[in-house]
């Protein structure tokens, strides 16, 4: 089992850039695959970035592509997603996520089906 605790969220201004942190307990971290997911007032929560266990691939809504970057470093049990350009309608609790299973293709892991574990979230607000 593993719990991960999202940091790094806050206020920024349009075309600003945040870095998130997830740490995630535990010795068995570089066998989990991670994901990133979020949830704005009034939506429901969707897929924002997945990495696999070795990081060897990686996997982005189409929306947030060539904009956010997640990694990993297991030296330090964390995954990271850097959102760069950022606007108004990125505002969302911005959630990381676990798993230890493993699936064929790195596409798989974009529904919230596919992780066990989930922090409380960071908010990440951007303004106008």
């Known amino acids: 089992q593993v719990q991960v605790v999202e940091s790094g969220g806050g206020l920024v201004q349009t075309g600003g850039s945040l870095r998130l942190s997830c740490a995630a307990s535990?010795?068995?971290?570089?066998?989990?695959?991670m994901g990133w997911f979020r949830q704005a007032p009034g939506k429901e929560r969707e897929f924002v970035a997945a990495?696999?266990?070795?990081?060897?691939?990686?996997n982005y809504a189409d929306s947030k592509k060539g904009r956010f970057t997640i990694s990993r470093d297991d030296a330090k049990n964390t995954v990271y997603l850097q959102m760069n350009s950022l606007k108004p309608e990125d505002t969302a609790v911005y959630y990381c996520?676990?798993?230890?299973?493993?699936?064929?293709?790195?596409?798989?892991?974009?529904?919230?089906?596919?992780?066990?574990?989930w922090g409380q979230g960071t908010q990440v607000t951007v303004s106008s």
């Open positions: 996520a676990a798993t230890p299973s493993r699936y064929s293709s790195v596409s798989s892991y974009s529904g919230e089906y596919a992780f066990d574990y």
């Open positions: 990495i696999t266990w070795d990081g060897s691939a990686t």
């Open positions: 535990g010795r068995t971290f570089n066998s989990y695959a």
